[in-house]
């Protein structure tokens, strides 16, 4: 039960940040129950989008690529916010024009009109 004025969910940001950085017993459970799944999902949409020949490597530098640029959403505070948000910028116009860098890095290097509903072969690693 959340006792604080923060908003519902800041307390799971904050186990997992927690986690991050200082992993404790409860780590192998939220990474196997919530990190892999959701690095699995992204890894999927990638793997659909990229060339067929694209290698397992390829694919997952895109998808950790796109898992960091993330981050932008949730370093909110000071110091942070100065880290990632330039000078003199509002926030939420970062935050706009930050969606709008990721979306169009997605939309110019993928191609999902020849994806299959099974997804495309992979190739391995190298």
């Known amino acids: 039960m959340n006792t604080t004025d923060e908003i519902p969910d800041r307390w799971v940001a904050q186990l997992i940040a ?12 939220l990474y196997r129950q ?4 959701l690095k699995q999902a992204v890894e999927r949409m990638v793997r659909m989008g990229m060339p067929r020949d694209s290698t397992d490597v390829d694919v997952h530098l895109v998808t950790v690529s796109l ?12 110091p942070w916010d100065k880290l990632l948000i ?41």
């Open 67 to 78: 898992l960091a640029q993330c981050a932008v959403y949730q370093h909110h505070k000071p």
């Open 18 to 29: 927690h986690e991050r950085t200082n992993p404790t017993t409860a780590t192998p459970i």
């Open 34 to 37: 919530f990190f892999e799944p």
């Open 86 to 126: 330039p000078p003199h910028v509002d926030r939420e116009e970062w935050l706009a024009r930050a969606t709008q860098f990721i979306v169009e890095s997605i939309t110019s290097r993928f191609s999902y009109k020849a994806a299959s509903a099974a997804g495309r072969q992979r190739k391995p690693g190298k």
